[in-house]
């Protein structure tokens, strides 16, 4: 019994200076629904998007440094990466993310600041909320994205999107705004908007979806990002893994792995 119960008490001591920490913040620096639930969330767009981004942006600007290039997913491509077609599709993200973004940034200000953020939920209570979030992302991700692949669909719409066969970190976003409402960010603020997480939970949801969808689009498969080479593939393929964690692409028969290259055997040759 005594075994249960230091772990509990560690727990419980834990979530109380937590709780301090964050009324000290809200005290002390801001408890303005407005900052919270939007200058909050643009910061962490520019911190994790952009900055977090802007390294992978670099490796295929400069093809430095040399020994990341052993990560590439579709060695050659973006090497270097052209300055004219990423100026361009620039654009359109720089569009997407401030002129499609922040109206649904603060219309879920709107939904969410009556929501009282003074106390923390409990660490049980965000890792039940982070798996709905995850369920649900998956299931708005999967058949929307799916949807968008009908070929009456497809040219319309999800097309530009695929116009990065080999995709780089920013072009994440780079989109029809229909799909950047739908498929991009609906699916992350659906779990948000349901289950009415606290705002805290909200800025950890949000920079974990960032990271993913930027690790996914960076087109380097690093040691932490082991999942790179799935989203990859489908800017490779087109019709295959539709989703984000590929459960509904295995339930829907449309899970594929690329197949692993075939290395020659001259080296060895003349080695002997």
């Given at each position: 019994?005594?075994?249960?119960?230091?772990?509990?008490?560690?727990?419980?001591?834990?979530?109380?200076?937590?709780?301090?920490?964050w009324e000290?913040?809200?005290d002390?620096?801001?408890?303005?629904p407005?900052h919270?639930?939007?200058?909050?969330?643009?910061?962490?767009?520019?911190?994790?998007?952009?900055?977090?981004?802007?390294?992978?942006?670099?490796?295929?600007?400069?093809?430095?440094?040399?020994?990341?290039?052993?990560?590439?997913?579709?060695?050659?491509?973006?090497e270097?990466?052209?300055?004219?077609?990423?100026?361009?599709?620039?654009?359109?993200i720089?569009?997407n993310?401030?002129v499609?973004?922040?109206?649904?940034?603060?219309?879920?200000?709107?939904?969410?600041k009556d929501?009282?953020v003074?106390?923390?939920?409990?660490?049980?209570t965000?890792?039940?909320?982070?798996?709905?979030?995850?369920?649900?992302?998956?299931?708005?991700?999967?058949?929307?994205?799916?949807?968008?692949?009908?070929?009456?669909?497809?040219?319309?719409?999800?097309?530009?999107?695929?116009?990065?066969?080999a995709p780089?970190?920013?072009?994440?976003?780079y989109?029809?705004?229909?799909e950047?409402?739908?498929?991009n960010m609906?699916a992350?603020?659906?779990?948000?908007f349901l289950?009415?997480?606290?705002v805290v939970?909200?800025?950890?949801?949000?920079?974990?979806?960032?990271?993913?969808?930027i690790?996914?689009?960076?087109g380097?498969n690093?040691?932490?990002?082991?999942?790179?080479?799935?989203?990859?593939?489908?800017?490779?393929i087109?019709?295959?893994?539709?989703?984000?964690?590929?459960?509904?692409?295995?339930?829907?028969?449309?899970?594929?792995?690329?197949?692993?290259?075939?290395?020659?055997?001259?080296s060895?040759r003349?080695?002997?």
């Amino acid at each position: 019994m005594e075994s249960l119960v230091q772990p509990l008490s560690v727990y419980r001591n834990l979530g109380l200076v937590a709780q301090s920490k964050w009324e000290f913040f809200l005290d002390n620096v801001t408890s303005d629904p407005y900052h919270l639930w939007i200058v909050a969330n643009v910061i962490i767009l520019f911190v994790f998007f952009f900055g977090y981004g802007g390294l992978f942006v670099l490796m295929d600007v400069t093809n430095k440094p040399n020994f990341m290039r052993k990560y590439k997913v579709q060695p050659g491509t973006n090497e270097p990466l052209s300055l004219e077609k990423f100026g361009k599709a620039m654009k359109v993200i720089l569009f997407n993310h401030f002129v499609i973004g922040y109206p649904m940034t603060h219309g879920l200000y709107l939904f969410m600041k009556d929501v009282d953020v003074r106390e923390l939920p409990a660490f049980h209570t965000i890792v039940l909320q982070f798996i709905g979030c995850i369920i649900l992302q998956e299931i708005v991700f999967y058949y929307s994205h799916r949807m968008l692949h009908h070929k009456r669909i497809y040219k319309y719409i999800h097309k530009k999107h695929h116009e990065w066969t080999a995709p780089v970190s920013w072009t994440a976003v780079y989109c029809h705004p229909i799909e950047h409402v739908v498929a991009n960010m609906g699916a992350v603020y659906i779990g948000i908007f349901l289950m009415k997480l606290h705002v805290v939970t909200t800025w950890i949801w949000l920079i974990v979806t960032i990271i993913k969808t930027i690790n996914d689009h960076s087109g380097y498969n690093l040691p932490f990002c082991s999942t790179v080479d799935f989203h990859d593939y489908h800017h490779e393929i087109f019709i295959k893994n539709f989703g984000v964690t590929g459960l509904l692409d295995k339930f829907h028969g449309t899970h594929a792995v690329k197949a692993a290259k075939k290395t020659t055997r001259n080296s060895a040759r003349k080695t002997k």
